[in-house]
């Protein structure tokens, strides 16, 4: 596999656990945890810039379906800030991050573009 998807995997494991133990209170993932990151999983082994992969918050796919988005969004807005402190050498986490701004982005470039 390759070495960028197994990191990127790795830390959407430790940020969904992480965010099923703090807002499930839970020591496994529970269902609804566990569907998200094979969901998450599926996403990023089915990603067509997987040599050259391109930060999702710049790839031009929506891989994501609404409902997961949305759920892997609340994932980093909570669990996200905190993994800034202690992974601080590991900025992977940031461009998951920037994946949440990405809608709001896009709509303002479009905007910015008609100036
Ligand atoms: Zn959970």
């Given at each position: 596999m390759h070495q960028r998807?197994?990191?990127?995997?790795?830390?959407?494991?430790?940020?969904?656990?992480?965010?099923?133990?703090?807002v499930h209170?839970?020591?496994?993932?529970c269902d609804d945890c566990n569907e998200l990151m094979d969901y998450?999983?599926?996403?990023?082994?089915?990603?067509?810039?997987?040599?050259?992969?391109?930060?999702?918050?710049?790839?031009?796919?929506?891989?994501?379906?609404?409902k997961q988005k949305d759920r892997i969004k609340e994932v980093m807005r909570t669990v996200g800030p905190k993994m800034l402190y202690t992974n601080t050498r590991d900025t992977l986490w940031y461009y998951f991050y920037k994946f949440i701004h990405k809608s709001q982005k896009v709509k303002k470039q479009n905007e910015d573009s008609k100036l």
């Open positions: 998807v197994e990191r990127e995997k790795c830390i959407l494991n430790t940020m969904i656990t992480n965010y099923c133990k703090q209170n839970t020591s496994v993932l998450a999983e599926k996403r990023l082994l089915a990603c067509p810039f997987l040599e050259d992969k391109p930060v999702c918050s710049k790839c031009n796919i929506h891989c994501y379906n609404t």
